[in-house]
């Protein structure tokens, strides 16, 4: 790491092949250091005053507290500011870090913060996994892997970049905490299409309009970044490239596949055309009433459009289910792509790449309850008595 407006940042050594040579630059992409191998570029800046390095000595007296410290300090922007919030919320609450809970995170008697990272081994992740377990009884077992996940994922990043802390015990595969994953709710066709009609009927356009992407894979945070360039009528797709979360930050996309086209139907191409009449290329699909230049916020959005189609459609059926606000419409979409992509001989990659993920593996942790339903008609179907040769 090194030191740039009093800021520690993390080190990311480039390396030029034509002239053979390391070099560093800083956040205005200037370079700031260059030399033939890394010891002697790690020299340079460590006389410039720039690098923070632990020597040996320092390593061994590394704690879970410093390892935290350098875990944020490496990873601050390059995450969405949500993500990193959550993970100094995660810390903080969970583990004590900062002394913000009060309560001390003990393992064996021992405050976590103060225990020393070449000291941990199976046994110690494991007890930090049974403690989070017994602290967070009434916690889902996905929130539990969170909390576990951040700690590991700390310790882990320390023994990478400090590698005289000696062997990793994140390599263990016996420390992995098997639970089941959840499954993402998904609304039935007529339930799904319903709630698009009334959102449409009873909303106003901006909030329509937002729902619908919604529907045809979006989430919520992609849909609110777009602006009307991104939308190529010709081809019948649109691009997603940003993300904006609930406070107004704009972020990368949540992973590098999450950058992609997506197919727009007949009828959400001319919704959307009717919808930016009088709109310039780079206006805000969904702007802010008080500034165009942000977008409006998110619970607008939803409290107007899904929430307000709902609404209309329990005055008539008291009993309509909805669950998880947006994301279930791009369940609902997942589903759609999941079927037509098996009934039509697609690749898993295609089907992987509507949905924004890097693989078919991805798709299938999230969606295997909707790709393999249960149906109690399945074992006639695959009875060996009634299969043709």
């Not at 020299?43 to 005053?49: A, D, H, P």
């Not at 206006?283 to 230049?293: G, V």
Request: aromatic share 10%.
């Amino acid at each position: 790491m090194y030191y740039e407006g009093g800021k520690i940042v993390s080190v990311k050594y480039s390396f030029d092949k034509n002239n053979k040579y390391y070099y560093v630059r800083n956040k205005d992409n200037k370079k700031i250091a260059s030399a033939v191998t890394v010891e002697k570029l790690e020299e340079k800046l460590r006389l410039m005053g720039l690098l923070v390095q632990y020597t040996v000595a320092e390593k061994n007296t590394m704690t879970v507290r410093d390892s935290f410290t350098d875990f944020l300090s490496r990873n601050d922007g390059e995450h969405r500011v949500k993500t990193m919030k959550n993970y100094v919320s995660y810390l903080e609450s969970k583990f004590n870090y900062n002394n913000k809970s009060g309560l001390p995170f003990n393992v064996n008697g021992e405050d976590i913060l103060d225990k020393l990272v070449s000291e941990i081994d199976r046994t110690y992740v494991l007890s930090v996994l049974k403690q989070l377990k017994s602290r967070l009884n009434n916690y889902s077992d996905a929130s539990i892997q969170h909390y576990y996940g951040l700690f590991k994922n700390c310790i882990n990043q320390s023994y990478i970049h400090y590698r005289e802390l000696g062997n990793n015990p994140m390599d263990d595969p016996l420390l992995k905490f098997d639970h089941e994953k959840g499954k993402g709710w998904s609304p039935m066709a007529e339930d799904a299409i319903k709630l698009l009609n009334a959102v449409t009927t009873y909303c106003k356009p901006s909030h329509a309009v937002a729902t619908h992407l919604c529907a045809r894979g979006c989430r919520i945070s992609e849909a609110n970044a777009l602006r009307v360039h991104h939308f190529d009528f010709g081809k019948k797709k649109f691009y997603i490239e940003k993300m904006v979360d609930d406070a107004g930050n704009w972020n990368k996309p949540k992973s590098k596949s999450s950058k992609r086209f997506v197919k727009m139907d007949d009828e959400l191409a001319l919704m959307v055309r009717q919808y930016i009449i009088g709109k310039k290329p780079n206006d805000l699909l969904f702007p802010s009433p008080k500034n165009k230049e942000k977008p409006i916020g998110q619970k607008t959005l939803r409290e107007n459009g899904l929430h307000k189609a709902i609404r209309k459609i329990r005055e008539t059926e008291p009993h309509f289910v909805w669950k998880n606000g947006f994301h279930s419409l791009r369940h609902y979409y997942a589903s759609v792509v999941l079927k037509y992509g098996f009934n039509n001989n697609k690749a898993p990659l295609w089907i992987s790449k509507q949905l924004g993920h890097s693989d078919i593996r991805t798709t299938a942790t999230l969606y295997n309850h909707l790709i393999d339903p249960d149906d109690i008609d399945e074992g006639n179907a695959i009875s060996p008595m009634k299969l043709q040769a």
